[in-house]
């Protein structure tokens, strides 16, 4: 029988049915009784960076650690004949390192009960904003607190150090460098107090078109100008990007900082590495804020990657709370204030751990009219 409109022979049903499984955004194989894969899909092929023909060739304990909960979930969708469904899990692949959070779900296929379906769903970006309001509470209970500083800390140390100035010509030299020591304590807990009080700033930002890659190329040369030689920088960006909203100044402060953090890592490290900044335009992604009936969408991204030691895992979730910091005698302040800038920004930033190094995302929204890309600020649909 020929297809006709509407209609469509035994012939198409595959093709179709492997385009269906294609166009999933989701990764998703296909294991027979011996774990070995037997189909994978396009977003598969992206999640284990391999080619469905590579992973065909081999079983799930070659791409996923034995201890992963992925196992666990498979065997028990074998022995309930149905669906097994696993939240919030980290896998990792031996392939890429590190892990990922995800859900899991596992299904046996009813008419052929000896394969088993996995999908795996990353994690919602609703629950990543989520994270990003614990930060802000946090960040607002250090703007009280700097607040208070301001007015109870600073005034004092002004009067401690006027003093110590006025004692240091009458002591003798070894009181003297005592006196000197006084001055440097006290302009050190100002400039500690002086950082704190950013976090107090509610202004409404003054907002401009700013072209991002202008923005990170002023980062990329004060970056190269203050770190090591061992240290390069590689672009790797899409030139049709419409401008975004911002404050120029600002958004320099943020990818400066995370850049200055990347190159100090690669030092810490030891060795030459290389900081990797990317942008692109990610049109999925668009969600609704906890909390509001807000809808927004986040389709430009900025990533800064470094191949230094990386971020403790233990630290990645907390890592833009104020005080939180890897660096041997840092003030854990400056994440804490970039987390701020794009919170201000209308935006959410991400610590993602690599097989080498780390990965700070910064998403933001893209300005409303902007022809570069269909308006998807405008949509009005869920």
């Known amino acids: 029988m020929n297809a006709t409109a509407g209609h469509q022979t035994a012939g198409d049903e595959q093709p179709l049915a492997r385009a269906v499984v294609d166009a999933l955004p989701n990764p998703l194989i296909v294991l027979d009784e011996d774990e070995r894969i037997r189909l994978a899909n396009v977003a598969a092929e992206d999640y284990f960076q391999a080619s469905s023909n590579v992973l065909l060739r081999h079983r799930l304990p070659d791409l996923v650690p034995f201890s992963s909960p992925v196992f666990a979930a498979v065997a028990q969708a074998r022995a309930l004949s149905g669906v097994v469904n696993e939240y919030s899990v980290a896998v990792g692949t031996p392939r890429l390192g590190g892990e990922r959070l995800v859900d899991i779900q596992a299904a046996v296929m009813t008419e052929h009960p000896r394969f088993v379906i996995v999908m795996l769903l990353e994690r919602s970006m609703a629950l990543k904003i989520d994270r990003q309001l614990t930060s802000r509470g946090a960040a607002r209970s250090v703007s009280g607190m700097a607040t208070m500083l301001a007015h109870e800390i600073k005034n004092p140390l002004a009067g401690i150090r006027g003093a110590a100035q006025l004692l240091e010509p009458a002591l003798g030299s070894e009181d003297r460098a005592l006196a000197r020591l006084i001055c440097d304590e006290t302009d050190r807990i100002r400039d500690l107090v002086d950082q704190m009080e950013v976090f107090s700033d509610e202004r409404p930002l003054d907002k401009k078109p700013v072209n991002i890659h202008a923005v990170l190329e002023r980062v990329k040369q004060l970056t190269l100008a203050s770190a090591g030689l061992g240290v390069s920088v590689r672009e790797d960006y899409d ?144």
């Open 239 to 382: 030139p049709s990007l419409p401008p975004v909203l911002g404050n120029k100044d600002q958004l320099v402060q943020v990818f400066l900082n995370l850049a200055k953090n990347a190159a100090e890592a690669i030092e810490q490290g030891g060795e030459a590495g290389e900081i990797h900044i990317t942008t692109a335009f990610r049109p999925g992604i668009r969600l609704t804020v906890p909390g509001t009936s807000e809808r927004i969408t986040l389709p430009f991204e900025v990533c800064v990657h470094d191949t230094g030691p990386g971020v403790p895992e233990e630290l990645r979730p907390n890592i833009f709370d104020p005080f939180v910091t890897t660096k041997p005698g840092g003030k854990g302040l400056g994440l804490a204030l970039v987390a701020k800038i794009v919170r201000d920004h209308g935006g959410i930033i991400e610590c993602l751990g690599r097989e080498r190094g780390t990965t700070f995302r910064v998403l933001l929204p893209m300005m409303r009219g902007a022809s570069a890309t269909p308006d998807f600020e405008g949509d009005s649909h869920p």
